[in-house]
């Protein structure tokens, strides 16, 4: 789960889908685009929507995603646009460019909506956040269950 700063959106996208996904052979984990809040814990805001819901991301520190994040992993999504243009910019393989696709797209096939980044707004904007996230980590799940054949 990637996002600009690794402190608002992805800690989030990360808690949701690990807590839903507990029972799949997968690891879940979140970097950003930027350097700026490395070593951080994730936004107070976000840590008190995840609490609403029954989840800590308390624990998560914020890191650069790096080149080797693209290829370890299978699967790459982007909270918008741009973070997907600069994720795309550490791939340096056909196979490694299709693991990176936008998130929301696991719930809107196709309609490219991003996740708005919160960090700027009010409390109402992580709300609006984390409904987003976990309408898209929902159908994530439900599709890897089909995939593990869980
Ligand atoms: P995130 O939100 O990308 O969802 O972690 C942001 C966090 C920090 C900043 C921007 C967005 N910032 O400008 O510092």
Do not use: W
Request: some cysteine.
């Amino acid at each position: 789960m990637v996002c600009l700063g690794n402190i608002c959106r992805s800690p989030l996208a990360e808690g949701i889908l690990a807590s839903k996904c507990e029972h799949l052979p997968i690891v879940v984990d979140s970097a950003g685009t930027s350097a700026h809040h490395i070593g951080e814990g994730p936004d107070h805001r976000s840590v008190h929507i995840a609490t609403v819901n029954g989840i800590d991301i308390a624990d998560q520190r914020a890191r650069k995603l790096m080149k080797s994040d693209l290829e370890d992993f299978d699967l790459i999504f982007a909270m918008d646009s741009d973070n997907y243009t600069n994720i795309l910019k550490l791939a340096s393989t056909e196979l490694d460019r299709n693991k990176v696709h936008l998130l929301l797209n696991e719930f809107t096939p196709e309609q490219n909506k991003a996740v708005p980044d919160p960090y700027f707004g009010g409390d109402q904007g992580f709300e609006i956040v984390f409904s987003l996230l976990d309408d898209a980590c929902e159908a994530l799940k439900n599709k890897l269950e089909k995939e593990f054949d869980v």
